[in-house]
C-alpha cells in the first residue's frame, strides 16, 4: 500500500480543466518531485491533497484511506518561511505540535541544533538570514505529527550558493529522518539531485506524461551537477517538459 495515493484527480475552474485525470503514487520514505511547465496545476494538486479544495472526481487517499476534502493530514511548508514574527524560533518549530497538545521541546532543540540554529532558539526570526528561516519552516514541518510533507517550491527566493546549500542540508535532514515528501520545484537539477524520483506533468489540462527513476547514490555531493550522467537526464526531463506544451523556466533558461 503506497503512502499516498492520488487515483483519477480532475479539477476545473470557470469551466476550464486543470487537472484531467492525474495519477500519482507516493512510497512511505519516499522523495518525490513533480516539474511541470508555470501554471501546469502543481499548485492546484497540492491545495487538493492538503483538502483546500475538492476535485470533481477522483481521490486522494492516505495509507489507503480516503481524505479526499478534509484538511489536517498533511504538513506543508510553502515557497516563503511563513515564520510568525512575534514568536521566537523555538516557538515557531513548535508550533504544529502545539496544536495537537504534544511538543516535544527537547527533541525540537536537537534539530534546531542539527539545522546549525543552536544559538537561535531564542531569537525572533527578523535576527535569521533567509535560508535560515528556511531551515526553521523546515523543522517545523519535520517536527508536525503529520506523516506526509508538502514543499512548494521552498528555495525559490534564495541566492544560487544559499540554494545549493539548502538542496545538500535538506538531503541529509531527509535521509536521518525519512519523512516522505513531496515537493514542488521548477529547477531540474534541484529535482535531479533531491529525488527518488520525479513525475512530470503537462500543461493544461495537467496529467501525468512521463516518470524519471534516479539512478543516484546517495549521500549526493555537489561534483554530481557536473556529471555527464545528471546532465544527460537534464536534457531528456527538459525535452518531455517542452513536448507537453509547457515552456522553461528562466531558471532552465539560463542554465
Known sequence: MSHLEIEDLSKSFAGRDILKDLQLSVEEGEFVTILGPSGSGKSTLF?????????????????????????????????????????????????????????DKERALDMIEKAGLAGYENELPAALSGGMKQRAAFIRALLSPQSLILLDEPFSALDDFTRQDMQQWLQSIWMEYKKTILFVT??????LFLSDRIAILSTKPAAMIKEFKL?????????????????????????????????????????
Open 186 to 191: 521548477h529547477n531540474i537539477e534541484e529535482a
Open 215 to 255: 539512478p543516484f547514490d546517495r549521500p549526493r555531493e555537489k561534483e554530481l551537477f557536473f556529471s555527464r550522467e545528471l546532465f544527460e537526464m537534464k536534457q531528456e526531463i527538459s525535452q518531455w517538459i517542452v513536448n507537453g506544451r509547457g515552456e522553461l523556466s528562466t531558471d532552465e533558461k539560463d542554465h
Open 47 to 103: 491545495h487538493i491533497i492538503g483538502g483546500l479544495l475538492t476535485p470533481e472526481k477522483g481521490n486522494v487517499l492516505l495509507h489507503g484511506q480516503a481524505i479526499t476534502g478534509e484538511r489536517g493530514h498533511i504538513s506543508y511548508m510553502p515557497q516563503q518561511h511563513s515564520l510568525f514574527p512575534w514568536r521566537t524560533i523555538l516557538q515557531n518549530v513548535l508550533l504544529g505540535q502545539e496544536l495537537t497538545g504534544k511538543a
